[in-house]
């Protein structure tokens, strides 16, 4: 990111190195901070009271701070007529993962690895683990600040800066993308969300080509709604 980059992680109670925990990394929305979602949303609370139930898997969660590239390095990135992966990208799947799983307890796989974010955070959520299968086995995207709002087409494979010649046979799409092992659950508000019809457009895009997901329009505008922080955790640990 070419700069210091702040994050916070959360143990959940009674951690301990001799076990393996999986790992959810989550974004925040633009303007907010690495802190948002614990000292915001208090997801950690959630978590804890989740766990403490025996509802939900011990897990481990890390929020790091979060940047759009601003105008000067999507120029420069953009001398080749290519668009390559943001620096935010790059920071989480190249220094942050590693060394996440170099200093804590982690299942260092896909299948330990989620990823999700709220508005601007869901929307880098949904690019990188995109992206970045190999990485990530689920996604989670709270009111993704989309960037589309019609994904039809090869709209999807422009969006996401790959080939736009593989829409034209999505027969095995997820499969040979390497995305047949990934789990996405995607929502929205239903009133004044500027970002419904892109969403509601993503989910179509996705089950044509054979990616799973789930799309859950919810009560309320472009907000993250706290009644629902329980089902987005039980989302990434499976139960």
Known sequence: MDATVPFMVYLPAGYTSTEKYPVWYAMHGYSSTEKWWLDDACVGDHADALAAGGELAPMIMVFPMARYDDAKTIEADMADGIRGPSRMERFLCEELIPYIDGHYSTISSAEGRSIGGFSMGGLFALQIGLHQPQLFSKIGAYSPALTYSDFSGDHFE??????????????????????????????CGDENDPFSA????????????GIVSQFHPHGGGHSLDPTLLDTYLLFYSGT
């Open 198 to 209: 892109g969403a509601a457009s993503l989910q179509e895009a996705l089950t044509a080509r």
């Open 158 to 187: 422009r969006w996401l800066s790959t080939d736009p010649d593989d829409a034209t046979n999505l027969d095995g799409y997820a499969k040979a993308h390497g995305l047949d092992g990934l789990s996405i659950y995607l929502d």
